[in-house]
């Protein structure tokens, strides 16, 4: 028996360490990008209004090297009007975008999605209004707050078909850096809030 | 054998007469322009406008600068137009902007150019900014003298008079089905509204003094019957396909455009350049 007590020892070792890997093994959050403003194609997909200006730009990126900037001037709802090329978020739990404000002061920025291309009334859609501070702000819209204004019923997200970002009625015009919207699962919601506390030190040109 | 004959023989004489009339439909008629006077009474802008060469342009469709722009441009050269008014739809379906844009800088009028922009002009809503703006900035476009009306209204003054005009945008659809909408500001007497889609003036109200101008039907560029157009799904053709219209006080005039969409063919429907004359 005590020659093959070592045997043991070393195969119990061996037999260890891969049940230590699959006890630290996570399954990856998964994330789908749904724009990251890198190249001018993606400009022409994008739905232009008056009052916004579009352009790529080399500050203020969380994702690649280009991020999207909005000049937005005084109108109603100056601001970028997307349509995802993914309408099924239902394997996601979370829609994420980044916005950098060069401003001083902060900007109140109002977010509204469609699950319905016939352009729901204000009740039938999504709405919500961030303040961002002046730097960069992560944004975080958790899909279990992903409900119809008027109702307060889950949007169908099976079908989410426009997604809007606007300012209303700015008195002056509003310079604003968009990058890296993106649809993530829940494990990558974790990383993304360890990886808040990082935010402010993600402010750099990315030239 | 005599009737199996005379029957290929007819039928060699039709598909000869359809190649004709394809054919002409295709090289003849899109390129025939006409001048097309057309006689408004009403007593408010028959003050202000009955002296004025007032010419309404449509449907222009442009790809580059050919030989049916050009014709356009030597007629309006002819006419002396005091006001042209311009009822959208500039370029073809996702189509370089460039032509319409040289298009429109070669456009004159004494006393100025309004016009709205048609569904084709939205096709690329990236370029369809050109239209009002330098490339690439917020700063007005100096390539041409063309006032482009997005669901604004506004004042113009004549010797004779003020006259308002107004632009429908068919980008907003949310404007033209709200109740109101820039038509329900009192007072704008008279008032001309320039609306791309002639089904615009569904929305307005039957006592409203109005003169709509709109295109984009090509008058149906072939004849066909109302019941086809509407099972085709083009109820605007149906209802408003070209001509004067007129419900208690409200007028609209469907202009016939000069260019051609989907197919380039026009039969019994020539591309016009409209003259409106107004008289009280």
Redesign the interface.
């Known amino acids: 028996m005590e020659p093959y007590k070592g045997i043991i020892r070393r195969f119990g070792l061996l037999l260890l360490f891969p049940i230590i890997l699959l006890n630290c093994w996570k399954e990856p959050g998964r994330e789908l990008l749904l724009f990251d403003f890198e190249s001018d194609a993606e400009?022409?997909q994008?739905?232009?209004?008056?009052h916004a200006?579009?352009?790529l730009s080399a500050q203020h990126c969380t994702h690649g090297s280009k991020s999207l900037k909005l000049?937005l001037?005084p109108s109603d709802y100056p601001g970028l009007d997307l349509m995802p090329r993914e309408h099924d978020w239902r394997e996601y739990k979370e829609l994420r975008f980044d916005v950098y404000n060069p401003q001083v002061t902060n900007v109140q920025l109002s977010v509204r999605i469609d699950d319905r291309n016939d352009?729901p009334g204000y009740d039938d859609r999504y709405n919500k209004s961030f303040v961002l501070n002046p730097g960069m702000n992560h944004m975080n819209i958790p899909f279990s707050t992903l409900v119809r204004s008027g109702t307060g019923k889950p949007l169908s997200r099976k079908s989410i078909c426009r997604f809007l970002v606007f300012v209303v009625r700015p008195k002056n015009k509003v310079d604003l850096y968009l990058d890296n919207i993106r649809l993530t699962s829940d494990a990558a919601s974790d990383q993304w809030q360890k990886g808040s506390n990082f935010s402010q030190s993600l402010m750099f040109p990315c030239a | 054998m005599h009737l199996k004959k005379a029957t290929s023989w007819c039928v060699v004489w039709i598909l000869l007469g359809l190649s004709l009339i394809i054919a002409y439909g295709v090289c003849v008629e899109p390129y025939r322009i006409e001048v097309h006077h057309v006689w408004i009474s009403d007593k408010y802008l028959g003050k202000v406008l009955e002296k004025k060469v007032v010419v309404q342009l449509s449907d222009l469709h442009v790809s580059k600068m050919g030989k049916r722009e050009q014709t356009v441009l030597k007629i309006l050269d002819n006419l002396k137009p005091d006001f042209v008014f311009l009822t959208g739809d500039y370029v073809g379906w996702h189509s370089d902007y460039r032509g319409a844009l040289d298009f429109l800088s070669q456009l004159k009028a004494k006393s100025g150019i309004w016009a709205v922009m048609g569904d084709y002009d939205y096709s690329n809503t990236r370029k369809s900014c050109l239209f009002c703006h330098e490339e690439g900035t917020g700063k007005s476009s100096l390539r041409h003298s063309v006032r482009f009306l997005r669901d604004t209204i506004e004042p113009v003054s004549s010797e004779e008079g003020t006259f308002w005009i107004g632009g429908i945008d068919i980008e907003r659809k949310d404007l033209i089905s709200s109740t109101g909408g820039v038509l329900s500001l009192p007072g704008k007497k008279p008032l001309i509204i320039l609306s791309h889609n002639p089904l615009f003036f569904d929305r307005i109200d039957r006592e409203q003094e109005v003169l709509v101008l709109a295109g984009d039907t090509h008058g149906g560029q072939i004849p066909m019957p109302s019941w086809l157009l509407i099972a085709l799904g083009y109820r605007k053709n149906a209802l408003y396909s070209q001509g004067l219209f007129q419900t208690g006080r409200k007028k609209m005039f469907v202009s016939r455009g000069i260019g051609t969409s989907h197919v380039p063919v026009r039969i019994l429907r020539q591309p016009e350049v409209t003259v409106l004359h107004f008289q009280e």
């Open positions: 400009l022409d994008l739905s232009w209004h008056c200006l579009n352009s000049e001037y352009s």
